[in-house]
């Protein structure tokens, strides 16, 4: 019978199937880190669990570390879930990348850089965002502590298989428009809510054209329109990526995995619940006014009148997305000008968005009164970017460059917007108060993020050369 | 886990749509590594603002939280969850959630019943009318009732049966060890191992 990528990779982690029970699927990787964990840990020893399988689960700091200082954190309460993370690690005998470690960093940027993912995989987090390894035709989905707790004691979780959609990206990304922009438009397309109960598969020639970096910032966001996992198929692009890296597989073990991951794309003739299309030639810099990441609009747009939309839910919603945003309806997007600029996150802190960021900044300054924060997914991310030099042309524009961390995605570090203050931000999420209490997010690209901290209100690259800029 | 098989409570009508995790509990309040006392973070921010319905005290005491689509969306945290259960709700109502919440939600006996919007519409007007308005959530019947009416919900035998039974799944899926043993005897070799 013919099968999807998903199907394949669910099949072969069955453990235990019966009727009217979900199935019980064995995960092959768990990733930790300090935030969803300490209750975790907590439960297995107030029943007297062990950790089944330390030699499948890693963990990192990432969330609470600071990006300024490799050494001190300031803050009582981060302190401590820090250290509860490193005493739970040693208790139970789990590998910790803890800050200053040269491995450390975001989780979703950890572990694929030591090609700890790999295809056909099944792999969890207590974090929303795990869906980002689906890149590598992976099954990753996030998770909550109890699971947490669940796959520590048993390595295996309780799961209902999900439908299945087939999210088909046509033609190709025209120049200066990016899987960021991509994977906005999208979830504008089908609203928060529209792949909520689907295992999704993003395909076609403009996801075959991605780097892994790209499919990794389209597979991270699955979770913004309310997917289960993102998972994209692996081929060349996804075998090249991992050769050599640290954990990935050598000599015939290395062919015996390349074998195996060839065998796993979709099948023809395999059916999906659901099809979604994209026109990839038709997109362009993409961008959010509004409090949740469907609220998006093309940035060459303005902002939109809250009853133009179609639903009284949709309206409501909208209606108090202006207000938090302090926007009026019709100002043009490029109008907007932001007080902090963050290029960062596990959706894109890796070296190519870093590598995008500067060649925009290269010769140019950051403008007057405006802050920008430069934050590798990752310490080796870090030192990549500084042996290619990077960090000399954010800090000569006049950009913060930083230690590596979940820093202004989330207002659990020091770094956070100040109320009132408006972002344009690499990250994920423009929830009200995500990046700070009364802080307002506009999502965007490395690319507008780069150009925008130029200009000082959100830009495309583009709009640099008119003005001449350079 | 608490066993439920029927609550009745009053409600809090929530009319909004896309409450994501973040704003059921900020990240400041994720720093902790307890996992009671979370009560003082639900919807911190939202009730600093004295017209915030959470802050009138008709609605003293519910334990039925009304709200609109899209419920839960975003973070994984479960903070969300034990927020609410600390709080004092039991059940949430709304005509959809994020995947995450949900099931992290029954996993700790808080009961998210997905009914149509306009069901969620009725009761937020019975409630305004009169916040006294008693909601019965009866998980045997699958069904929610309230001034007169009553509205079926779906939720799979085996989730239910589980919240009725008040089971922990750690337990459960332990019965299946042999099973989970005999699996790791054939993975492939080339698969990872960290340590």
């Not at chain 1, 947490?148 to 439908?163: D, F, G």
């Not at chain 1, 033609?171 to 397309?189: C, N």
């Not at chain 1, 000399?392 to 006049?398: H, I, M, P, Q």
């Not at chain 2, 054939?186 to 990872?192: C, E, L, S, Y």
């Amino acid at each position: 019978m013919s099968r999807t990528l998903a199907q394949k990779v669910w099949d072969a982690h069955v453990v235990r199937r019966a009727d009217g029970e979900p199935d019980l699927l064995y995960i092959d990787l768990h990733l930790l880190h300090e935030v969803t964990s300490p209750q975790a840990f907590d439960g297995l020893r107030l029943a007297g669990r062990k950790v089944r399988r330390t030699d499948l689960t890693i963990a990192t700091e990432d969330h609470n570390t600071p990006t300024d200082n490799l050494l001190t954190i300031a803050d009582p309460v981060s302190r401590t879930q820090i250290e509860t993370l490193r005493r739970n690690c040693a208790e139970f005998g789990v590998k910790l990348h803890p800050l200053g470690d040269p491995q450390q960093g975001v989780v979703h940027v950890m572990g694929p850089q030591q090609g700890l993912t790999q295809p056909g995989m099944t792999i969890v987090c207590g974090d929303s965002h795990t869906s980002t390894h689906g890149a590598f035709g992976a099954l990753a989905f996030g998770i909550g502590t109890s699971e947490v707790e669940h796959v520590l004691a048993t390595q295996t979780l309780p799961q209902a298989l999900p439908k299945q959609m087939a999210v088909t990206v046509t033609g190709e990304l025209p120049p200066g428009v990016s899987a960021k922009d991509l994977i906005l438009a999208l979830i504008t397309q089908e609203g928060t809510g529209g792949g909520r109960g689907y295992v999704v598969e993003y395909r076609g020639p403009a996801i075959e054209k991605l780097s892994m970096e790209g499919r990794m910032t389209v597979s991270n966001m699955s979770i913004e329109w309310g997917a289960k996992a993102g998972l994209i198929a692996p081929d060349e692009t996804t075998f090249a990526w991992l050769k050599g890296r640290n954990f990935a597989p050598e000599g015939q073990d290395w062919d015996d995995a390349v074998a195996y991951w060839r065998s796993l794309p979709t099948d023809d003739g395999a059916t999906f619940d659901k099809e979604v299309f994209l026109d990839a030639s038709a997109l362009t810099p993409f961008v959010t006014w509004g409090t949740n990441p469907g609220q998006g609009a093309s940035l060459d747009a303005v902002i939109p009148d809250p009853e133009s939309f179609a639903s009284e839910s949709e309206r409501a919603a909208a209606r108090r997305a202006v207000e938090y945003m302090d926007l009026t309806p019709g100002t043009p997007l490029r109008d907007l000008s932001v007080d902090v600029v963050f290029v960062g996150s596990c959706t894109n802190g890796r070296l190519e968005d870093l590598r995008t960021a500067a060649d925009v900044l290269r010769g140019r300054k950051v403008a007057d009164g405006v802050r920008m924060l430069v934050v590798p997914g990752s310490a080796a991310v870090r030192e990549q970017a500084e042996q290619e030099g990077l960090h000399e042309v954010f800090t000569d524009a006049g950009a913060e460059w930083r230690f590596a961390g979940c820093s202004m995605c989330l207002g659990m570090n020091p770094d956070t917007l100040q109320p009132g203050q408006r972002s344009a931000s690499t990250s994920n999420r423009n929830f009200e108060g995500r990046q700070g209490k009364g802080g307002r997010t506009h999502l965007v690209s490395p690319a507008v993020a780069a150009a925008t901290a130029v200009t000082g209100h959100l830009s495309a690259p583009a709009d640099l050369d008119a003005v001449g800029a350079r | 886990m608490e066993k439920f098989t029927v609550h009745t409570g009053t409600a809090v009508p929530l009319r909004r749509s896309n409450v994501d995790t973040d704003q059921i509990i900020p990240a400041v309040y994720l720093k902790r590594v307890t996992r009671t006392g979370f009560e003082d973070g639900l919807f911190s921010a939202w009730r600093e603002d004295p017209s915030f319905v959470l802050n009138n005290p008709a609605y003293a005491g519910a334990s039925v939280l009304v709200a609109g689509p899209e419920f839960g969306t975003g973070s994984s945290r479960e903070h969300a969850v034990w927020a609410l259960n600390d709080y004092g709700f039991r059940v949430v109502i709304s005509p959809r959630y994020g995947d995450i919440f949900r099931g992290n939600s029954l996993k700790q006996g808080l009961l998210t019943v997905e009914l149509p919007q306009a069901a969620v519409e009725t009761l937020w007007d019975l409630v305004e009318a009169d916040p006294a308005t008693a909601i019965e959530v009866d998980l045997a019947a699958r069904e929610v009732r309230a001034g007169g009416q009553s509205w079926a919900f779906e939720l799979d035998d085996f989730l239910r049966w589980r919240l009725m039974e008040g089971l922990d799944d750690i337990g459960l899926t332990l019965r299946h060890e042999e099973a989970i043993t005999a699996f790791e005897g054939h993975r492939p070799a080339f698969g990872v191992l960290v340590g």
